[in-house]
């Protein structure tokens, strides 16, 4: 592996050029949506001579691979196919992935790459409590696990003080989950008098499949004495896998020698350069199954321009800094929950949880609230202080989104922790889900 | 000056009672007790005899709680008593946050005062002693 982590960029390049040439014209060849798409875009798929004439073809949404529901996206017949996920169809249809057993030895490849940036392998206890099933979170890093010839032990998620005693007294040494059920683990663990820092052996956390903050990171690392790398992956490429970052935390290195990634203006559907935040765009390289090209992820991100001081060679983009739907329309101002990150995450005097709060006033007006949990950090001894700090965090929002925001402090552990997904937003407007 | 506990409570039914359960429980016998109430929280003000035992009570019962420095000044137990030490601190230009009353006896009451300026409180603490008021230390509570 550490081959082609350090392969010359050159060379990757060639294994792209490659790959995506197969890949238009196998989607050409195999899947009608692709065939009617490219005609009517009027690419043709053996015109690609260059990474740059991947821009000549249309793009494929999300929609588009539920309009071709259950199995209208698969470039290979059902006999090939040895597995299946679905990402949530939590706007209706799910989205259906399929995987040969080259796929599946990729995914497990791919994500081996974060075991490998920790340097870990055959020695390491790999703690995989990502839920198992449908979602990728769960597989994915287990065959992560296996590919990197770690002991891997499949927890899944939930039945937390179960999970604290392994991590105890399996001496579990990486634990692959949502950065949120980390945190979770840890308090709880810390309620039950155990402390993870000195009582886990943790060294790394690979955790994604939702955003976390810089302050976020720090809190776990520090409760859990370990590093976190972020991951990054999608159901509709793979899983968890497509980028992961190293050991240097700045940046998540995109298996480059599996997917093509471009970076788009969302409005405009052009590709931007280098440093440009945008819209993420991939391209699989050798996926036999469910290969895309041209996918629109939704997710924002930037191409980080230079070297990384770890020595691979695989391009990183930034951590993903929203998504185009999560974005929430307030008063007609488009409103994207980084934004809302951002300025919390320079209040001590709150802990990190928080939730954002969408209702409709009695004169039909969009009305949003953010309930804050105080620390005890916050010197809160007077309802002066207590009132002080929530205009301040209520005008420094307002300055950041250009929406007024009511904030109200709350007592700790009154916003709802999942064991899933953080829920950082709750829209209660009528007529909107 | 002396140990006070403030603790954060959203205001709904039933937290202060269960909040007094707990210190209760853990065999803390309280002082005092004072809240600042708005419509949508508390701040719960507590003097009581075990600081340390008590913060640890409400911090295991998932409460936010936190000691804050406040002054306990004795004052005459007659009409304009109090009078006299407010006027006393605002000659000496002191600002308080809140102030409330924690005990009376037949002959003094004591108030419980935060000085707003933290750095100026020692110098106000020595003024108001030279004024004739008996200003507690944290042995003589407990
Ligand atoms: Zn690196």
Same mark, same amino acid.
């Given at each position: 592996m550490q081959e082609i982590l350090h392969a010359p960029h050159e060379k990757i390049e060639e294994i792209q050029l490659e790959g995506i040439k197969k890949t238009v014209i196998q989607c050409y060849e195999n899947v009608a949506f692709y065939k009617r798409s490219f005609d009517e875009a009027g690419f043709d798929p053996h015109s690609i001579k260059s990474l740059e004439d991947l821009q000549k073809a249309p793009f494929v949404t999300k929609q588009d691979l539920r309009d071709n529901y259950p199995y209208g996206m698969f470039a290979t017949p059902l006999s090939e196919v040895k597995e299946i996920h679905m990402s949530s169809g939590t706007t209706g249809v799910a989205t259906v992935g399929g995987y040969t057993q080259h796929d599946l030895d990729i995914w497990g490849e791919c994500f081996a790459r974060g075991i490998e940036y920790a340097n870990g392998g055959k020695d390491d206890v790999v703690h995989v409590c990502y839920g198992y099933g449908l979602f990728t979170g769960g597989l994915g890093a287990h065959y992560g696990g296996l590919y990197s010839g770690a002991t891997t032990i499949p927890m899944s998620a939930g039945n937390t003080e179960r999970q604290i005693r392994v991590l105890k007294e399996m001496g579990s040494t990486i634990i692959c989950c949502t950065p949120s059920y980390a945190m979770h683990i840890a308090d709880t663990a810390l309620e039950m008098g155990i402390d993870p820092a000195r009582d886990f052996h943790l060294r790394a956390g690979i955790h994604g499949a939702e955003p976390f903050s810089d302050n976020f990171r720090r809190d776990l690392e520090r409760k859990l004495n370990y590093h976190v790398l972020d991951v990054y992956g999608l159901t509709e490429t793979m899983g968890p896998g497509v980028a992961i970052e190293c050991w240097e935390q700045n940046g998540l290195h995109l298996a480059e020698d599996h997917f093509y990634a471009e970076i788009i203006d969302p409005n405009t559907g052009e590709v931007l350069p280098d440093g440009e935040w945008g819209e993420l765009v991939l391209t699989t390289i050798d996926r036999e199954a469910s290969p895309v090209v041209r996918y629109r992820t939704r997710d924002i991100t930037r191409i980080l321009p230079g070297e990384c001081a770890c020595g691979c060679t695989h391009r990183r983009i930034d951590r993903i800094h929203g998504r185009t739907d999560d974005m929430l329309i307030i008063r007609g101002v488009n409103v994207f929950p980084s934004q809302i990150e951002d300025v919390m995450k320079t209040f001590d005097q709150v802990s990190s949880w928080y939730q954002i709060e969408v209702d409709t006033d009695h004169r039909s007006l969009d009305m949003v609230t953010l309930k804050a949990e105080v620390n005890p /950090?916050?010197?809160? /001894?007077?309802v002066a202080a207590v009132e002080r700090l929530q205009k301040e965090i209520s005008a420094r929002l307002k300055t950041a989104l250009s929406v007024g925001v009511k904030v109200k402090l709350v007592e700790p552990k009154t916003i709802a922790r999942s064991e899933g997904k953080a829920k950082r937003i709750v829209d209660l407007r009528k007529g909107i889900k | 000056m002396i140990d006070q506990i403030t603790v954060f409570l959203e205001n709904k039914r039933g937290r202060i009672a269960s909040l007094c359960r707990t210190l209760g429980d853990a065999n803390i016998n309280m002082a005092a007790l004072s809240v600042a109430d708005t419509t949508e929280y508390g701040i719960v003000r507590i003097i009581c005899s075990d600081t340390a035992a008590a913060l640890s009570a409400l911090d295991a019962g998932g409460y936010r709680a936190i000691k804050t420095k406040v002054m306990a000044i004795a004052v005459p137990h007659h009409p304009g008593g109090a009078a006299d030490l407010l006027e006393k601190l605002d000659d000496l230009d002191v600002d308080i946050e809140y102030f409330y009353c924690f005990s009376t006896t037949d002959d003094m009451a004591v108030l419980a005062l935060k000085i707003a300026d933290p750095a100026s409180a020692a110098e106000a603490s020595w003024a108001i002693e030279k004024a004739g008021f008996h200003v507690f230390d944290q042995d003589e509570v407990e």
């Amino acid at each position: 592996m550490q081959e082609i982590l350090h392969a010359p960029h050159e060379k990757i390049e060639e294994i792209q050029l490659e790959g995506i040439k197969k890949t238009v014209i196998q989607c050409y060849e195999n899947v009608a949506f692709y065939k009617r798409s490219f005609d009517e875009a009027g690419f043709d798929p053996h015109s690609i001579k260059s990474l740059e004439d991947l821009q000549k073809a249309p793009f494929v949404t999300k929609q588009d691979l539920r309009d071709n529901y259950p199995y209208g996206m698969f470039a290979t017949p059902l006999s090939e196919v040895k597995e299946i996920h679905m990402s949530s169809g939590t706007t209706g249809v799910a989205t259906v992935g399929g995987y040969t057993q080259h796929d599946l030895d990729i995914w497990g490849e791919c994500f081996a790459r974060g075991i490998e940036y920790a340097n870990g392998g055959k020695d390491d206890v790999v703690h995989v409590c990502y839920g198992y099933g449908l979602f990728t979170g769960g597989l994915g890093a287990h065959y992560g696990g296996l590919y990197s010839g770690a002991t891997t032990i499949p927890m899944s998620a939930g039945n937390t003080e179960r999970q604290i005693r392994v991590l105890k007294e399996m001496g579990s040494t990486i634990i692959c989950c949502t950065p949120s059920y980390a945190m979770h683990i840890a308090d709880t663990a810390l309620e039950m008098g155990i402390d993870p820092a000195r009582d886990f052996h943790l060294r790394a956390g690979i955790h994604g499949a939702e955003p976390f903050s810089d302050n976020f990171r720090r809190d776990l690392e520090r409760k859990l004495n370990y590093h976190v790398l972020d991951v990054y992956g999608l159901t509709e490429t793979m899983g968890p896998g497509v980028a992961i970052e190293c050991w240097e935390q700045n940046g998540l290195h995109l298996a480059e020698d599996h997917f093509y990634a471009e970076i788009i203006d969302p409005n405009t559907g052009e590709v931007l350069p280098d440093g440009e935040w945008g819209e993420l765009v991939l391209t699989t390289i050798d996926r036999e199954a469910s290969p895309v090209v041209r996918y629109r992820t939704r997710d924002i991100t930037r191409i980080l321009p230079g070297e990384c001081a770890c020595g691979c060679t695989h391009r990183r983009i930034d951590r993903i800094h929203g998504r185009t739907d999560d974005m929430l329309i307030i008063r007609g101002v488009n409103v994207f929950p980084s934004q809302i990150e951002d300025v919390m995450k320079t209040f001590d005097q709150v802990s990190s949880w928080y939730q954002i709060e969408v209702d409709t006033d009695h004169r039909s007006l969009d009305m949003v609230t953010l309930k804050a949990e105080v620390n005890p /950090d916050f010197a809160f /001894d007077s309802v002066a202080a207590v009132e002080r700090l929530q205009k301040e965090i209520s005008a420094r929002l307002k300055t950041a989104l250009s929406v007024g925001v009511k904030v109200k402090l709350v007592e700790p552990k009154t916003i709802a922790r999942s064991e899933g997904k953080a829920k950082r937003i709750v829209d209660l407007r009528k007529g909107i889900k | 000056m002396i140990d006070q506990i403030t603790v954060f409570l959203e205001n709904k039914r039933g937290r202060i009672a269960s909040l007094c359960r707990t210190l209760g429980d853990a065999n803390i016998n309280m002082a005092a007790l004072s809240v600042a109430d708005t419509t949508e929280y508390g701040i719960v003000r507590i003097i009581c005899s075990d600081t340390a035992a008590a913060l640890s009570a409400l911090d295991a019962g998932g409460y936010r709680a936190i000691k804050t420095k406040v002054m306990a000044i004795a004052v005459p137990h007659h009409p304009g008593g109090a009078a006299d030490l407010l006027e006393k601190l605002d000659d000496l230009d002191v600002d308080i946050e809140y102030f409330y009353c924690f005990s009376t006896t037949d002959d003094m009451a004591v108030l419980a005062l935060k000085i707003a300026d933290p750095a100026s409180a020692a110098e106000a603490s020595w003024a108001i002693e030279k004024a004739g008021f008996h200003v507690f230390d944290q042995d003589e509570v407990e």
